[in-house]
């Protein structure tokens, strides 16, 4: 029900966009949001946001991501700028409805050079 794209390989300080786009219908009461995931360590929250609140992030990635919601198109992105390597990860969206969780199938991020 979620579909991921964006992900590949930049090097430190470059910029890549994931987007997911949601087959179901999203209501504006819905969390929709970015996990990432490297091995041996547990999936932590990237950014998330809501509807008329202000967008959480990670302390690791403010001031370097956003996560802009387009809720007609039913789609999240996660805005990456100034990219490190340790942002290398699996990226995965995931939207939060009802207290229920959605996962899509993830996207790899490499950062290296």
């Known amino acids: 029900q979620l579909q991921a794209s964006g992900g590949g390989l930049v090097q430190p300080g470059g910029s890549l966009r994931l987007s997911c786009v949601a087959s179901?219908?999203?209501?504006?009461?819905?969390?929709m949001g970015w996990y990432r995931q490297v091995p041996g360590k547990q999936r932590e929250l990237v950014a998330r946001?809501?509807?008329?609140?202000?967008?959480i992030y990670a302390d690791s990635v403010k001031e370097r991501f956003t996560v802009p919601r387009d809720n007609v198109e039913n789609t999240v992105y996660l805005q990456m700028n100034s990219l490190k390597p340790e942002d290398t990860a699996i990226y995965y969206c995931?939207?939060?409805?009802?207290?229920?969780?959605?996962w899509g199938q993830g996207t790899l991020v490499t950062v290296s050079s």
């Open positions: 995931n939207v939060k409805s009802f207290n229920r969780n959605y």
């Open positions: 179901r219908f999203i209501f504006r009461g819905d969390y």
């Open positions: 946001i809501v509807s008329g609140d202000s967008p």
